[in-house]
């Protein structure tokens, strides 16, 4: 099979994790046996950097950066929230997106992400295809939210999954000792759609008395007077209750619980931007539970720590990154790589396989309600069986002297700009 | 010297801290070698526990569960926030008190905890000297917010530093890698009056590049004005800002800037209940400065998390449980054991002293001039030399094979009662 000789282009697009930066690595290691590819370069900021040309030498950097790669959390090319739209509305840029490939002989493009940046990846790959430019697209998966179709899980949710469960048992530990005065806890984790990672937290809990005691998912219907019902039942039986509940939770009308305003209340890709549901359930539990009410609201930090992460998740996303480049070397063109696991093997294994990155891009993951209990307020066992595997294994880091990991910044060497300047919509 | 035979009882107060219990299993090694300590108890729930006569023997637990102390966060026997005031207002307390120590022979009081426990040891102390019955109270310093006077540094610190630092690197990259959209993030620590633990995000911070970029403790004056100045002057110079604040901040006059209303407004000691000034500032920034902006709000995980805690704290924890036995051993009594910094000596070395406990109970401890820059907004490299040598080295956990740390929980051997019941004001 033949395959186009010439450079790849590697971006991460969306919200970072702690293992996208070692599905990067993956690509790098793997792209660097194979003579079809001549240079490997990153955009920078994800789409955006190949709109404005922001384009850096990966081949440049010392080998201990890309190692360190494996280690490092967060998006080390940088990434974006920038929407491209379909290819009637939105050609300009993908004519612009070829116009940067061609102009540094990019003929391979891996693109790090989630649905939407699949569906840019596709795009992309479809308007090459019809003006004759060859480029081979292929998708690598990553999400915190576990919520792409067509793959057994995504890697980065291993890692978040790991480290909420930990600061679930952690913060449950202390609503434990001071129940007398401190009786709740809610800690609120991310997820607007999909509560995979509200899920996760629910490992934590190995008996009856540990927390979390309750969990609430976006996927079941979120009630106030059930809720306020759940929590007097666990305070009456542990004498406190520790809650764990996804940001994006909705009522029975499917309307999100805590909407934001103003100018900030919705991102650069239209989705609606979500206030402190945790916040709103402490007032709740204090008003109507009658119980004095903590909260957490772990934000970024839960996507990007690499301090306790997954070694299992970590070791997935470089797979991912050297399958994708496997891929394309075997004349794949047009999939995002996809995780597969094992079944009827003893004990968890996974490897990789494809997907159509159309597909994927118009598909989402939910909990399914199998994962989810009876009440709507905690997980099954079905749910520990598959997340489980997941959290395995922690990365070992390296601890600098001054007792602090040590993470890497690339050192970027940009390629001197070969178009005109480009202005962003 | 003559010491009196007889059994002992240790309790922890307050918030719970990753190491508290380290502490308390330096007690019952320790304590275990000395033939006049003839039974080593606990109070459930700290004071609490003591006037209800809800004790426990520590001597019945498996020697796994002592050990297991040393690397399990919160408070295992329980803690409380139950305020006794002085001996004219609160004499009924302490006569309970006693009357529970010499219905169970207890003749060692040993109490973890802040100002206000060590306040309440003082005073028992003071009732028993008063009444003829020998007691020996030590308290042994902790708490998160490092605020306690006479020692140079409080067990709990150590660890909760190494976290937020962590914290506010891993978070930071995330703000580095999104910077075109999501501009800043605000990261609100604990800490009421004193910003130790805010000022320990610094520590993460180890170039222009790195966050946290602006620091704001309750020490200096926050002024809104100024804050929106700063925020815009890292954004024009690094694209981003990525911001700490301590809870405890205070306007010009002295008023907290967020305060909150209701039933709880106040916890059980009368002190202040603090709204979230994360989400405040949030809002500042974005009406204000014009930049997107998230937050993290920590709460209750950042002092327990064991899973990456400082070794050099965990084991001064300890040291301090064993020196506060020695002491008691040596004739010591009415005095809490303090942390000693080695002066003039090549790097880091820690030994323990004591301090009055009527004194540690009155002082306060906040983060001085020296160790904030002019402006307000940092930390100086005087400050990293304190702080540093307290978050070096990691705590080993044990992992199960489920990927999640294993704690300790006691089997709490409840002694028989012998008084008769008592009712809590």
Redesign the interface.
């Known amino acids: 099979m033949s395959v186009p000789k010439g450079n790849c282009l590697i971006a ?1 697009s969306g ?2 994790t702690a293992v996208i930066n070692a599905s990067v690595a993956g690509v790098v290691e793997e792209a660097k046996k194979h003579p079809a590819i001549t240079g490997i370069y990153a955009a920078l ?1 994800g789409i ?1 950097g190949v709109l404005l040309e922001e384009i850096f030498d990966l081949g440049k950097e010392p080998k201990s950066n890309i190692t360190g790669l494996h280690r ?5 090319l ?5 929407k491209i739209k379909d290819l009637k509305t939105s050609r300009a840029d993908y004519e612009r997106i070829l116009e940067v490939f061609k102009a540094h002989n990019i003929h391979y493009f891996f693109y790090a992400g989630g649905n939407d940046s699949m569906d840019t990846a596709d795009k992309t790959a479809t308007l090459a295809a019809d003006t004759g430019y060859e480029l081979v697209a292929i998708g690598i998966p990553k999400t915190i939210d576990n919520d792409l179709a067509y793959t057994d899980h995504c890697p980065g949710y291993g890692s978040v999954a ?1 480290y909420v ?3 679930a ?3 449950g ?6 129940y ?3 009786t709740c ?1 809610v ?1 609120e984790v991310m997820g607007r759609n999909a509560g995979w990672i509200a899920a996760a937290t629910g ?2 809990s ?1 008996c009856e ?1 540990d927390a979390p005691h309750l969990i609430y998912l976006p996927e079941a219907v979120f009630s106030i007077e059930k809720f306020v019902a759940d929590v007097k039942a666990v305070q009456a039986k542990l004498g406190r209750a520790f809650i764990v509940v996804g940001e994006g939770l909705k009522d029975k009308d499917g309307n999100y619980v805590t909407t934001q305003t ?3 209340s919705k ?2 890709f239209g989705h609606v931007q979500l206030g ?1 549901v945790a ?1 709103m359930l402490k007032n709740i539990v ?2 109507q539970a009658g119980f ?10 839960q ?6 992460a ?1 070694a ?1 998740d970590a070791s997935e996303a470089a797979m991912c990154g050297r399958a994708a480049v496997r891929a394309a070397m075997d004349g794949v063109a047009g999939k995002m790589i996809t995780l597969l696991r094992q079944k009827g093997t003893k004990g968890y294994k996974c490897t990789t396989g494809l997907a159509d990155l159309a597909e994927v891009a118009n598909g989402e993951k939910k909990v399914p309600a199998e994962y989810i209990n009876k009440d709507g307020n905690f997980i099954t066992e079905a749910f520990r069986q598959y997340a ?1 595997p997941l ?4 990365v070992e880091i390296e ?1 600098a ?5 040590v ?1 890497v ?1 690339l050192e970027k060497h940009m390629l001197k700009k070969k178009t005109a300047a480009y202005k962003l919509k």
Request: aromatic letters at 6%.
């Open positions: 991460q919200g970072p900021n955006r490092t959390p967060a998006a080390a940088g990434s974006c929230r920038y790991k469960a930990t600061v048992m952690e913060a530990r202390d609503t434990e000792a001071l007398t005065t401190d806890t800690l490992l934590a190995r008395e103003g100018e900030f991102d650069s402190g916040e204090e008003q004095k009410c903590r909260y957490i609201k772990l934000g970024t930090c996507r990007n720590a690499m301090h306790f997954s299992t489980g959290i395995r294994g922690q601890i002297d001054d007792g602090l990991p993470y910044r």
